[in-house]
C-alpha cells in the first residue's frame, strides 16, 4: 500500500479511509512543512519583538491579558494541554482518534498554525506506529474540540495512556519502544494542538462513510420488500425519475432497478395495485433527498480538511499573526443537522414499509406474516412495539443542538456549535436505523417465502439467499431478539450488499 502524502490542501475522504481502516502510513510533503518552518518563524520574530499574540507570549480565553515568558514556553504549554485535558467517557474509537490525529496533521500542514517540526511529526509517527492516545470523547462545545486534542497532545508529551500493540500502555514506554522521546513545546505548540475541530471532522468523515452504505443497505431491502409485496416499480422508471429533475433521486431509482434486474416484478402489472403507498412509491426519493444531504456535508468537509481552522492564524507569506474564529464549524454542524432530519424519513418510510407488510389488506398475505394466518403462530405482531420506539428515539435525536449554548470564558466565548454532540447524535441515529432496517428486511423475506416460487432480482435474489442462511423462515414463534440482532448486524456488516455483489 503506497504512503499517503500530506500537504494540507489535497486530502480527501477516499485517503482518510484509507489510513483509518487499512492502515495505511502517512508523510509529510517537503512544501508543507517548508510552509509550516516559515509560519514558526513569523511567531519566533513576533515573540522576539514582544508583539503580544494570543496563546503565544499570552494567555488564551479569559487569559489573553496574561504574559507568558520565553522561559516558561515549554511549561506553560505543557500546563495549558494538561488544564484542557478534561474529557469524560465513553472512548473515542482507534479508528476516530486516527481520524482526529491525520485531519489535525493536515489541516496544521496548511500553513497558518504555527506548530512546531517536532509536532507535526509526532502525529505522523503516532499514525505510522499505531499509537493511539486513549481519550474519551465528550467536552467539545464544538468552538475547536481543545480538550479531546490536548489529550492526544498529553500522550505525545508522555503524561496520557494509548493503545499499543492493542494493549492500553503508559505512553512513555509505547514512545520508547519506538524510539521517540517526549516533545518539548516551544511557542504556540500547546494552543496549535488543541485549537482545532479535528474530533467534529473525523467524526463527519466516519458519518459519512457510514450513511452512504446505510443508504445502500437501505435501497436493496426495499426492493426484497417490494418483491414481498408485489408492488409497482413505474416509480423508478428513469424517464419518470428525471421528469423530476433531482439526480440523487434517479440515481436510487437507478440503484434499485439495478438491483432488481430480472425480478419478477417486471413481467406486467397483473394482481398489482394500481399504485402502492408512499412509503413504497417514495422510498427512493427518500433515500435521494439522503443522498443530496450527503453531499452537501461532504463538500462543506473537504474544504474544511484542505484548510485551516486555527486561531490565531498565522500568515507566513504577509509575516504577521491575525486573531481568527476559523475554528467556527457551523457550515458543518447545519448539514450534519439536516441530515439527520433526513435520516429520520428514511427512519419512518421503513416502519411505514414493515407495518403494511404485516397487514393483509396490502398485501394479500396472512396476518403478520404468520405462516398460518395467526392460527397457531402468531409471528410478527408484537415486534412494531420495538421498531416504533426506535423510530420515536429517532425523532427526539433529530432535534437540533447548535442552538443551545452558554456564554463561557468571561463571557468571551458567546457562540458555539455543539458539533460533536450534533454528530454524536447522528451516529446513534444510525445505529438505530440498522435495527429498524434489519427488522424490515425480516418482514421482506418473510412476505417474499409466503408469496412463493416468484422469480427474485439477480442482486436481492442473491441478497435473500444471504440472509436465509443468517435468519431462518419464521415457521414457528421464537425468540425474535435473536433474529433482530442477527438482522442488525447483517446491515451493520453489509452482508447482503457483498452477496448481492454491490460491495
Known amino acids: 500500500m503506497e504512503k499517503i502524502i500530506l500537504d494540507g490542501n489535497s486530502l480527501t475522504l477516499d485517503q482518510i479511509y484509507e489510513v483509518v481502516y487499512d492502515g495505511a502510513c502517512v508523510e509529510i510533503s517537503e512544501e508543507a512543512l517548508k510552509r509550516a518552518e516559515k509560519a514558526k518563524h513569523v511567531l519566533y520574530r513576533m515573540v522576539d519583538s514582544e508583539t503580544p499574540v494570543y496563546g503565544t507570549n499570552r494567555g488564551v480565553g479569559w487569559n489573553k491579558d496574561r504574559k507568558v515568558y520565553n522561559e516558561y514556553f515549554d511549561q506553560y504549554n505543557k500546563n495549558l494541554l494538561r488544564s484542557h485535558s478534561l474529557c469524560v467517557p465513553p472512548y473515542c474509537t482507534e479508528e476516530e482518534i486516527r481520524a482526529v490525529m491525520l485531519i489535525r496533521l493536515n489541516t496544521?500542514?496548511?500553513?497558518?498554525?504555527?506548530?512546531?517540526?517536532?509536532?507535526?511529526?509526532?502525529?505522523?509517527?503516532?499514525l505510522n506506529k499505531r499509537i493511539h492516545p486513549l481519550v474519551p470523547r465528550r467536552s467539545s462545545v464544538g468552538e475547536a474540540d481543545l480538550a479531546v486534542n490536548a489529550m492526544i497532545g498529553m500522550s505525545m508529551i508522555g503524561e496520557n495512556d494509548v493503545l499499543y500493540k492493542g494493549r492500553p500502555t503508559d505512553s512513555l514506554k509505547a514512545m520508547e519502544t519506538e524510539g521517540l522521546k517526549p516533545l518539548v513545546l516551544g511557542p504556540k505548540d500547546g494552543l496549535g494542538i488543541v485549537s482545532s475541530n479535528s474530533q467534529a471532522a473525523a467524526m463527519t468523515a466516519l458519518l459519512l462513510k457510514?450513511?452512504?452504505?446505510?443508504?445502500?443497505?437501505?435501497?436493496?431491502?426495499?426492493?426484497?420488500?417490494?418483491?414481498?409485496?408485489?408492488?409497482?416499480?413505474?416509480?423508478?422508471?428513469?424517464?419518470?425519475?428525471?421528469?423530476?429533475?433531482?439526480?440523487?433521486?434517479?440515481?436510487?431509482?437507478?440503484?434499485?432497478?439495478?438491483?432488481?434486474?430480472?425480478?419478477?416484478?417486471?413481467?406486467?402489472?397483473?394482481?398489482?395495485?394500481?399504485?402502492?403507498?408512499?412509503?413504497?412509491?417514495?422510498?427512493?426519493?427518500?433515500?435521494?433527498?439522503?443522498?443530496?444531504?450527503?453531499?452537501?456535508?461532504?463538500?462543506?468537509?473537504?474544504?474544511?480538511?484542505?484548510?485551516?481552522?486555527?486561531?490565531?492564524?498565522?500568515?507566513?507569506?504577509?509575516?504577521?499573526?491575525?486573531?481568527?474564529?476559523?475554528?467556527?464549524?457551523?457550515?458543518?454542524?447545519?448539514?450534519a443537522e439536516m441530515l439527520n432530519i433526513a435520516l429520520n424519513h428514511m427512519s419512518k418510510g421503513a416502519c411505514h414499509r414493515i407495518l403494511k407488510l404485516a397487514d393483509p389488506d396490502f398485501t394479500g398475505l396472512p396476518r403478520f406474516l404468520s405462516p398460518d394466518g395467526g392460527k397457531t403462530v402468531i409471528g410478527y405482531s408484537t415486534i412494531q412495539k420495538t421498531f416504533t420506539s426506535l423510530d420515536t428515539e429517532n425523532r427526539s435525536l433529530a432535534n437540533p443542538s447548535s442552538m443551545d449554548f452558554l456564554a463561557l470564558s468571561g463571557y468571551i466565548e458567546d457562540h458555539a456549535s455543539n458539533a460533536v454532540l450534533a454528530l454524536e447524535k447522528s451516529f446513534q441515529i444510525v445505529d438505530?436505523?440498522?435495527?429498524?432496517?434489519?427488522?424490515?428486511?425480516?418482514?421482506?423475506?418473510?412476505?417474499?417465502?409466503?408469496?412463493?416460487?416468484?422469480?427474485?432480482?439477480?442482486?436481492?435474489?442473491?441478497?435473500?439467499?444471504e440472509y436465509r442462511k443468517i435468519v431462518p423462515f419464521l415457521d414457528r414463534d421464537r425468540k425474535l431478539s435473536v433474529d433482530i440482532q442477527n438482522s442488525y448486524e447483517a446491515v451493520k456488516n453489509n452482508t447482503l450488499l457483498k452477496a448481492g455483489g454491490w460491495l
Open 108 to 126: 496544521a500542514l496548511y500553513g497558518c498554525a504555527g506548530l512546531s517540526t517536532e509536532v507535526l511529526e509526532r502525529y505522523r509517527d503516532f
Open 210 to 335: 457510514e450513511v452512504k452504505e446505510l443508504t445502500a443497505n437501505s435501497n436493496l431491502i426495499y426492493c426484497i420488500g417490494l418483491e414481498g409485496l408485489n408492488g409497482q416499480i413505474q416509480q423508478l422508471d428513469k424517464s419518470v425519475t428525471e421528469a423530476k429533475g433531482f439526480p440523487e433521486q434517479t440515481e436510487c431509482a437507478r440503484e434499485c432497478l439495478a438491483m432488481l434486474e430480472g425480478s419478477y416484478l417486471f413481467d406486467g402489472t397483473e394482481g398489482k395495485a394500481l399504485q402502492d403507498p408512499l412509503s413504497f412509491r417514495d422510498s427512493a426519493f427518500i433515500n435521494g433527498s439522503i443522498l443530496e444531504c450527503i453531499r452537501l456535508l461532504e463538500m462543506s468537509l473537504e474544504q474544511h480538511l484542505n484548510h485551516s481552522d486555527d486561531n490565531p492564524c498565522v500568515l507566513p507569506d504577509e509575516g504577521r499573526v491575525s486573531v481568527s474564529c476559523n475554528f467556527e464549524p457551523l457550515n458543518l454542524v447545519l448539514k
Open 432 to 465: 438505530n436505523l440498522r435495527y429498524i432496517l434489519g427488522m424490515e428486511l425480516m418482514h421482506a423475506a418473510q412476505a417474499v417465502d409466503l408469496r412463493r416460487n416468484y422469480k427474485l432480482g439477480k442482486c436481492s435474489g442473491k441478497a435473500f439467499r
